[in-house]
T-cell receptor, first 119, second 118 residues
């Protein structure tokens, strides 16, 4: 099946610094990538949807200036958490689909997640 | 509005017994239904999906799910549980009526923790 990687798998940073998380589709071209946030023992919260070459669409309540998303190529999307604070600590998961805007029948392939801890 | 309900936070079953993880959904158009499994500190792994056709869908690791349109349900089942099946299971749905920026969006249930004891 299709493989999606994330890097880093775990990051610890000081409050006020910025952290970049990479999401790569390894064996397919990802027209659309999704970024989720997951709190312990809770479901995935969609943060934003990004299509290659265009601006990301953010969900209501997600600060676009704080969570910068770039989808510059068909195999790479990045999420940058700017001026991170302890409340940003969470498990961030990306997913990718090879259909336009995710399509309806294509399954999303998920990365392994990135555990962010802000001290 | 689109939503997915997984009414049980936790399901416990003995190894070798059948298991069921429940899921009901609400969409405006036709549903496209998915089950994913998550192991600790990992991303989600795709198990199976229902798009159209036979209501009984077979997926990975011996799992299957039955689409019931009248009950708006898509319960996940396995005839004989294994200890290694212990994980967090998510049901998700896409809505055929979604367009534009929401096209292809998955709506997730809150997850059901399955524990299979030896």
């Amino acid at each position: 099946g299709a493989v999606v990687s994330q890097h880093p798998s775990r990051v610890i940073c000081k409050s006020g610094t910025s952290v970049k998380i990479e999401c790569r589709s390894l064996d397919f071209q990802a027209t659309t990538m999704f970024w989720y946030r997951q709190f312990p023992k809770q479901s995935l919260m969609l943060m934003a949807t990004s299509n290659e070459g265009s601006k990301a669409t953010y969900e209501q309540g997600v600060e676009k200036d704080k969570f910068l998303i770039n989808h510059a190529s068909l195999t790479l999307s990045t999420l940058t958490v700017t001026s991170a604070h302890p409340e940003d600590s969470s498990f961030y998961i990306c997913s990718a689909s090879d259909g336009l805007a995710g399509g309806l029948v294509n399954e999303q392939f998920f990365g392994p997640g990135t555990r962010l801890t802000v001290l | 509005a689109q939503s997915v309900a997984q009414p049980e936070d936790q399901v416990n079953v003995a190894e070798g017994n059948p298991l069921t993880v429940k899921c009901t959904y609400s969409v405006s158009g036709n549903p496209y239904l998915f089950w994913y499994v998550q192991y600790p500190n990992r991303g989600l792994q795709f198990l199976l999906k229902y798009i159209t056709g036979d209501n009984l869908v077979k997926g990975s690791y011996g799992f299957e799910a039955e689409f019931n349109k009248s009950q708006t349900s898509f319960h996940l089942k396995k005839p004989s549980a294994l200890v290694s099946d212990s994980a967090l299971y998510f049901c998700a749905v896409r809505d055929s009526f979604d367009r534009g920026s929401t096209l292809g969006r998955l709506y997730f249930g809150r997850g059901t923790q399955l524990t299979v004891w030896p």
